[in-house]
């Protein structure tokens, strides 16, 4: 019997590495073709789309969509990784600063912003891995990139001697580094920081309500179907029996002004055919899931 396709919402524990839960679920499911979407860094906790056999195809996709973040940003102290897994760099008394700065340096980062990656980040630079030359003492220059913050809320502010301890909640883009957010808030604020925790509470749709211990997997391998993963992240487009054959021949339809990211495309009988894009009044296919 072949391995179920669909996708899993793992709940990562810390110091666990994506790759790491990558390959016990390959264990778990009896296949080598598992992949996920969307990194989390070893000290972060957390949703992890998990997907298997043909829901890989869906996960470059799912990489991109909405991320939400819960974490802690201590001011006051620098690492060499702008997170609490690094050397520390340096620190500077922040017990002066109020609430209401540390409030208003947050909205500055809010909305569209510029980001520098953190010098130990999987970018590429010149074909090799950011944290591979960084570990080995290289200083790397990354240049910043567009991201998107759409919420960045302060939830507590605790103080132990000179450090400021933030406790935040974050709505962001794909590829936004929430270390750097720790980073840069710290740069404004004249007294530096690093991140000390950090929970990824939902990817796109999908979030800690769905999501499964390793523990929980290893009792009950829980997949989520292709077509309700599909449903529940994408737009949906039924389609009749004659566009459904020319779907699943890889052929393409007439655009309907769904929309320009990814559609899910449904036969009559609601199997899931694949996943198409809008452009130029067609609906071009991304991925085909049948036969």
Known sequence: MSPVSGLVIVDKPAGWTSHDVVARMRRLAGTRRVGH?????????GVLVVGVEKATRLLGHLALTTKVYDGVIRL?????????????TGATPAGHLADERVAAAVEAFTGEIMQVPPQVSAIKVNGERAYKRA??????ALKARPVTVHGFDVRGVRRSGGVVDV????TCS????????????????GVGGHLTALRRTAVGPYGLAQ?????????ECTILPMAEAVSAAFPRRDVTEEEARLVAHGGRLRALGIGGGPIGVFGPDGTLLSLVEEQKGQARPLAVFVP
């Open 135 to 140: 570990r080995q003492g290289e200083e790397v």
């Open 76 to 88: 006051g102290e620098t690492t060499s990784t702008d997170d609490a897994e690094g050397e520390p």
């Open 167 to 170: 406790d935040v909640s974050v």
């Open 174 to 189: 794909s590829g936004t580094y929430i270390r750097s957010l720790a980073r840069d808030l710290g740069e404004a604020l």
């Open 37 to 45: 979407a969307g990194t989390l860094d070893p000290m972060a906790t």
């Open 211 to 219: 999501a499964r211990t390793l523990e929980q997997l290893a009792e």
